[in-house]
């Protein structure tokens, strides 16, 4: 039995995808994709998106046609990954700098078109300082759910349908190589700059020069809370006064009782809901930028409690 062409062309992006994510994992070359390749302006809808200015693009020819890319989903009351993965993407957008809208871009589309309009959209990318080449978008919910599929980004099993068939990945790309990979939204946001900036733009053969890792230094291994702390909570918190997207958390292991802080790592979106008046101060005073809920066991906000007061604690020293 011949598979059908569309499935054909599914399998040879998503195969791709896989490629992309087992070498950048592995510190291999990137290479572009071979002469033939599915995908492209023959694979992906031009189908209309309109940004958060209210202007009509199309999704090939005006946003990812011979560009160097990031997208990824979100829907602008989202209080699971989206904050989290917008304020991760927002650091990465600082690394590049003015890089970003000229050889870089960066693309948030909404799931939920019906209730997100240009407006709601512009407002989401003003409470996390979004720079000017970071577009937001929406359109007809058929055609984002069309870009969805054809991006390998939307789930259709339960657990898809739970979370509204959000995925919590998202994609980075070069069009004119062919490259695309597919990363977690919690990548350290150095590595995003680093392969959006460098390993994406110049595809290049693995050169004979290349340094061994048994001559690299040995670093230090972190332990479980700051691990969570540089994946989950950096991107929009410090560990000193200085705010970003949330408030920084200097001394806060000393002013907030513990099995506060505790259920307020493990359940905002439930504390909000049930309108403890701290959290919902925090809410106000923070833009109503939601604290996600990032599934963390009692063990993890247990390790992450302990690293903030260590923080605390060799600061004061």
Not at 10 to 25: D, E, K, M, V, Y
Not at 89 to 100: F, I, N, P, S
Not at 215 to 224: E, H, K
Not at 303 to 308: E, K, S
Request: charged letters at 25%; hydrophobic letters at 35%; one cysteine or more.
């Amino acid at each position: 039995m011949h598979q059908p062409a569309e499935g054909r062309r599914f399998a040879a992006i998503l195969f791709t995808l896989l490629t992309g994510i087992a070498l950048s994992l592995g510190g291999g070359p990137l290479r572009a994709a071979p002469e033939g390749s599915p995908w492209g302006a023959g694979y992906f809808p031009n189908v209309p998106l309109q940004t958060q200015d209210g202007s009509t693009v199309r999704f090939y020819d005006d946003l990812i046609k011979d560009k160097v890319f990031a997208i990824n989903l979100i829907f602008t009351h989202c209080t699971d990954t989206c904050p989290a993965e917008t304020a991760n993407l927002r650091q990465v957008e600082k690394l590049l700098g003015d890089r970003v809208g000229k050889d870089i871009f960066f693309y948030s589309i909404s799931i939920d078109p019906k209730r997100d309009t240009p407006a709601s959209l512009k407002a989401y990318a003003r409470k996390f300082k979004a720079g000017p080449g970071w577009t937001f978008l929406t359109g007809n919910p058929k055609d984002v759910t069309l870009i969805r599929r054809k991006l390998g980004m939307y789930r259709d099993d339960a657990e898809g349908r739970k979370l509204a068939g959000h995925s919590t990945h998202f994609i980075v790309g070069n069009d004119r190589t062919g490259q695309w990979i597919k990363r977690s939204p919690f990548d350290e946001p150095k590595t995003l700059a680093h392969l959006l900036g460098s390993r994406l733009p110049n595809v290049q053969a693995e050169r004979p020069d290349r340094v061994s890792y048994a001559q690299a230094p040995q670093l230090a291994n972190p332990g479980q809370g700051e691990k969570l702390f540089r994946s989950r909570c950096d991107s929009c918190h410090s560990l000193g006064e200085e705010e970003g997207i949330g408030p920084g958390l200097a001394g806060v292991t000393h002013n907030r009782d513990r099995a506060w802080l505790s259920r307020w790592l493990k359940s905002p979106d439930r504390m909000i809901e049930e309108k403890d008046p701290l959290a919902l101060a925090l809410y106000q005073r923070y833009q109503r930028v939601a604290m996600p809920n990032l599934r963390l066991s009692d063990a993890d906000v247990n390790a992450l409690i302990d690293y903030m007061e260590r923080s605390a604690q060799a600061v004061v020293r």
